[in-house]
């Protein structure tokens, strides 16, 4: 039996030779749904452009704070320079101002090179660090001459951003009030009751804390209010952090102390206080009384003929004891000469704000004990000592990677000055915004 032949002409002949002027299967689909998707698209468009709608042009979700205006694209897109319509610092003043950055700077970038749109809902003052490093990588002032103040390379906050300016320099803290901390922090310190171990905390808050200090009393000095928030402490001070425990009395017969002040406050206090005294107990004039045991030896006085003469026996001590032993032990005190010239004490000068380049809040760091920043308060024995942490600590924390605090520039610092803000009314109405 003669089996089917299959030659190759006889296999030709199957073949339609017409095949690719019909289409079959997906590339059938293929041109239909292009046909129809383009159709639509095209639709859409035309929609939007008859309803007078932006959004096939736009380019991204507008940033949370834009959102109201975020379909009012000629409030930012104002200059038709040719086909698109570029975005201009001018349109971005017309709301709000943006004031330089520093009289030295060299020329000013665009706002939107720095504050980026169209991406999403993050915030537009989240500045990349390029925007600051194009000029602090290898930062130049304007004056050729005199080179720029602060360190000229710094383009990003892991790998060269320069150590802390006080510690960087040796610095020492300029406070003149002697103070140390090892001594107050050391367990069972003597208190009035009994004895104590002190917190951080029973001297430094950050201002508009209304709790009872354990160790003196309430008081709202102007200077704790003029902090601006509660970012920073608020600086020690006798009343509320000192005067339970150190007080200043300046006499046996009396039980209170003298008022926290300068020095010649303090000696008309005493004078009245001592004055008064004799007036009502005349009886004690003609006494000398028993040598301090806190002072240096005197010679034992002769007995006082009348009230002045008692009076100013008694001022002498009192003297000698507050000048040369109480306001001695936290202050440094100069004694000028002449007959009647008290001791002059030394300006305070408690510093706080130690990086004023910078900005920091100590509420955001609320959940860490204070002694992971600032290990060495425990032991230090001196005031000059400087106890504010250096770069490596917040390096634990604030580096570039996931599961980190942000580490970009603008964490930790403003770029506009604005203490040179311009106010502006752009004078919308509600309408206008909302329609
Ligand atoms: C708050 C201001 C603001 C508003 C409102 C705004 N934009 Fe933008 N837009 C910008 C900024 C800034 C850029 C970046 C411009 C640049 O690079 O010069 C931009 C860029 C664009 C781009 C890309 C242009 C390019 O050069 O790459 C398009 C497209 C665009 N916007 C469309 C729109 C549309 C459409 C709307 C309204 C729905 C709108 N924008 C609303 C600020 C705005
Ligand atoms: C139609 C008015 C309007 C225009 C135009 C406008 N803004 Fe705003 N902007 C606002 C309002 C309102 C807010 C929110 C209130 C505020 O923070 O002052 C805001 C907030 C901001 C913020 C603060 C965001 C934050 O993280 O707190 C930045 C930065 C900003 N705008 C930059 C720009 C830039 C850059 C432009 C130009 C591209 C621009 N704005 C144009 C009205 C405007
Ligand atoms: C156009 C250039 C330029 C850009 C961009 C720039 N800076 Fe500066 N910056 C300067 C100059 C100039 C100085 C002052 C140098 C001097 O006084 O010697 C300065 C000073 C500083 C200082 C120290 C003085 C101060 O005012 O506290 C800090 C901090 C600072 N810039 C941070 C930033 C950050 C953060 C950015 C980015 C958001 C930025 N800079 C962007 C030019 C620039
Ligand atoms: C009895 C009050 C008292 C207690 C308690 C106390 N301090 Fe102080 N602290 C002071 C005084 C006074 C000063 C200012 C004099 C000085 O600089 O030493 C000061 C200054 C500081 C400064 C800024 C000065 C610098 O040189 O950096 C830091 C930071 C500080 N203390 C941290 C602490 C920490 C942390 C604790 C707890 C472990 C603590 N203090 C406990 C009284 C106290
Ligand atoms: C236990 C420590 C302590 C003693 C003792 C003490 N002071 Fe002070 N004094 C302070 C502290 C802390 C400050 C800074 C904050 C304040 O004003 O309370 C200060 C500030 C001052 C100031 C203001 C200094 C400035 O910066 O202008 C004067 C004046 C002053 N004391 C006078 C006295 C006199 C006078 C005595 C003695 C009768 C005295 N003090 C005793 C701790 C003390
Ligand atoms: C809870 C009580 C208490 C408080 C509050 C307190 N002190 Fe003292 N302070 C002491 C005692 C007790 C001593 C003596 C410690 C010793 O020598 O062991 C002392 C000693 C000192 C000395 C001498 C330190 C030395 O080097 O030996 C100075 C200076 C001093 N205090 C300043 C202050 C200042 C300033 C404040 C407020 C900011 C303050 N103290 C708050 C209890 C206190
Ligand atoms: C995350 C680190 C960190 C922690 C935690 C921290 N501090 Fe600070 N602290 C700082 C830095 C940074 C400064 C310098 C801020 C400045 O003045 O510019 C500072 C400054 C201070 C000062 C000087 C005054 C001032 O505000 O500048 C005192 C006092 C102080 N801290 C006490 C404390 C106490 C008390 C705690 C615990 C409740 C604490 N700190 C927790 C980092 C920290
Ligand atoms: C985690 C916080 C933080 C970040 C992020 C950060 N800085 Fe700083 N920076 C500081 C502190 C704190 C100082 C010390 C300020 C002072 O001494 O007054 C400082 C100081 C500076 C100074 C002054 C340097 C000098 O000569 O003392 C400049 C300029 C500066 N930073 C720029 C930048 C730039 C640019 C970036 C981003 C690449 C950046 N910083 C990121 C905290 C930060
Ligand atoms: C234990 C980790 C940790 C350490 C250490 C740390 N930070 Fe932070 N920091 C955070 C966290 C978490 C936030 C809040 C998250 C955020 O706002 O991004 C924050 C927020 C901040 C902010 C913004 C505060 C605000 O206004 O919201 C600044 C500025 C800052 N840190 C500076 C510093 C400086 C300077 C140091 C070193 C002295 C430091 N941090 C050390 C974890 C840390
Ligand atoms: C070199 C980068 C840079 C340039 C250029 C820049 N900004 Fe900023 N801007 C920042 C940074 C960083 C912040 C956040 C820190 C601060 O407040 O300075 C900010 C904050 C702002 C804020 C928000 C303040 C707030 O409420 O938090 C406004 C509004 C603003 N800029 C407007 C402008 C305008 C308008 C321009 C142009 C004239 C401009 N910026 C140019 C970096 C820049």
């Not at 030709?12 to 293929?30: E, H, M, N, S, V």
């Not at 504010?388 to 599961?403: A, D, L, T, Y």
């Not at 009314?425 to 915004?433: D, H, I, K, M, S």
Request: charged share 25%; glycine share 6%; aromatic share 8%.
């Amino acid at each position: 039996m003669a089996g089917r032949t299959r030659t190759t002409k006889k296999l030709a002949q199957r073949i339609d030779l017409d095949y690719f002027k019909t289409l079959q299967g997906i590339p059938r689909w293929r041109r239909i749904l292009s046909v129809v998707f383009t159709l639509l698209g095209l639709g859409w468009l035309g929609w939007h452009g008859l309803r007078g709608s932006p959004t096939p042009y736009n380019a991204g979700p507008i940033a949370r704070q834009h959102a109201l205006i975020g379909h009012k694209c000629a409030a930012c897109h104002v200059s038709s320079a040719g086909f698109q319509r570029t975005v201009t610092d001018n349109a971005c003043v017309a709301c709000h101002d943006g004031p330089i950055h520093h009289a030295e700077q060299t020329f000013s970038p665009a706002c939107s090179e720095c504050h980026v749109e169209h991406k999403g809902v993050m915030r537009v003052a989240s500045t990349s660090d390029r925007a600051c490093a194009q000029c602090h990588a290898d930062l130049a002032a304007k004056d050729k001459n005199t080179p720029p103040r602060f360190v000229a390379e710094i383009s990003n906050f892991d790998r060269n951003h320069p150590e802390f300016a006080p510690l960087r320099s040796g610095q020492r803290d300029p406070g003149t009030i002697k103070f140390n901390h090892q001594v107050h922090l050391k367990k069972e310190l003597r208190a009035p009751q009994g004895t104590v171990q002190l917190k951080c905390a029973d001297c430094h808050r950050p201002p508009g804390f209304e709790e009872a200090w354990p160790f003196g009393e309430l008081e709202i000095t102007p200077a704790t209010f003029s902090l601006p928030s509660r970012a920073y402490m608020s600086p020690v001070n006798y009343r509320e952090h000192c005067s339970a425990c150190h007080t200043l009395q300046f006499d046996r017969r009396f039980r209170e102390s003298v008022p926290h002040k300068e020095p010649r406050v303090v000696y008309d206090f005493v004078v009245k206080k001592l004055t008064e005294y004799i007036v009502a107990h005349p009886d004690q004039i003609h006494t000398v009384d028993e040598p301090d045991k806190r002072l240096p030896t005197r010679p034992v006085p002769p007995i006082p003929r009348n009230a002045e003469e008692w009076v100013a026996q008694r001022l002498a001590d009192a003297q000698l004891l507050l000048w040369r032993k109480a306001c001695k032990e936290c202050h440094a005190l100069s004694y000028p000469q002449g007959p009647d010239s008290l001791p002059v004490v030394a300006k305070a000068a408690i510093t706080t704000r130690w990086l004023p380049h910078a900005s920091f809040d100590h509420e955001a760091h609320q959940l860490l004990a204070c002694a992971s920043c600032h290990a060495r308060a425990a032991t230090s024995k001196e005031t000059s000592d400087i106890l504010i942490p250096g770069i490596q600590v917040c390096r634990e924390c604030h580096r570039s990677g996931g599961n980190s605090a942000e580490a970009r520039c603008f964490e930790c610092h403003t770029y506009h000055d604005w203490s040179k803000e311009k106010h502006v009314n752009a004078g919308y109405t509600v309408p206008q915004l909302v329609e």
